[in-house]
């Protein structure tokens, strides 16, 4: 099975650096490179999984999360994947949203691509009950 994964970061050499790896797992991979089109996205396609930077332009990710929980009401898995000191400033706030939301996972900048792709195929078959 095929999943597919919308990368929302606005850091294009992290995005660029990991989306042929993530490719040559068999993903499908969509990308948005600020908030606002992370959302359109949303809007627009299925997707299995977001990985999502906390800060970027135009909506920040917990403002993303919210509203993929809230206006959108999609159950979809949110891996947050940021910097650390972006995590600790923003931790709370995602705390209260996963608490309120459920499923929502995360990967602290800089990560083994390894670890990343390990992590992401266990969320995924976890979520669709198939074997990793």
Same mark, same amino acid.
Request: with cysteine.
């Given at each position: 099975?095929?999943?597919?994964?919308? $990368? &929302?970061? @606005?850091?294009? &050499?992290?995005?660029? *650096?990991l989306r042929p790896l993530l490719q040559q797992e068999g993903y499908d #991979?969509?990308? &948005?490179? @600020? =908030?606002?089109?992370?959302? *359109?996205?949303? %809007?627009? $396609?299925? #997707? /299995?999984?977001?990985?999502?930077?906390? +800060?970027?332009? +135009? %909506?920040? =990710?917990?403002?993303?999360?919210? *509203?993929? %929980?809230?206006?959108?009401?999609?159950?979809?898995?949110? #891996?947050?994947? *940021?910097? !650390?000191?972006?995590?600790? +400033?923003?931790?709370?706030? !995602?705390?209260?949203?996963?608490?309120?939301? =459920?499923?929502?996972?995360? $990967?602290? +900048?800089?990560?083994?691509?390894? /670890?990343?792709?390990? =992590?992401?195929? /266990?969320?995924?078959h976890q979520r669709h009950n198939t074997p990793p």
């Open positions: 099975m095929s999943y597919c994964i919308l $990368f &929302a970061d @606005d850091d294009q &050499a992290t995005v660029e *650096s #991979v969509l990308t &948005a490179t @600020d =908030g606002e089109e992370a959302l *359109s996205v949303l %809007r627009q $396609f299925p #997707v /299995d999984l977001v990985l999502l930077d906390l +800060k970027m332009p +135009k %909506r920040n =990710g917990v403002e993303v999360l919210r *509203s993929l %929980r809230e206006d959108l009401h999609l159950t979809t898995p949110v #891996v947050i994947f *940021s910097h !650390v000191l972006d995590w600790e +400033k923003e931790r709370q706030q !995602v705390k209260a949203l996963m608490q309120r939301h =459920g499923e929502c996972h995360q $990967f602290l +900048k800089p990560v083994e691509p390894d /670890d990343l792709l390990r =992590g992401l195929a /266990d969320i995924l």
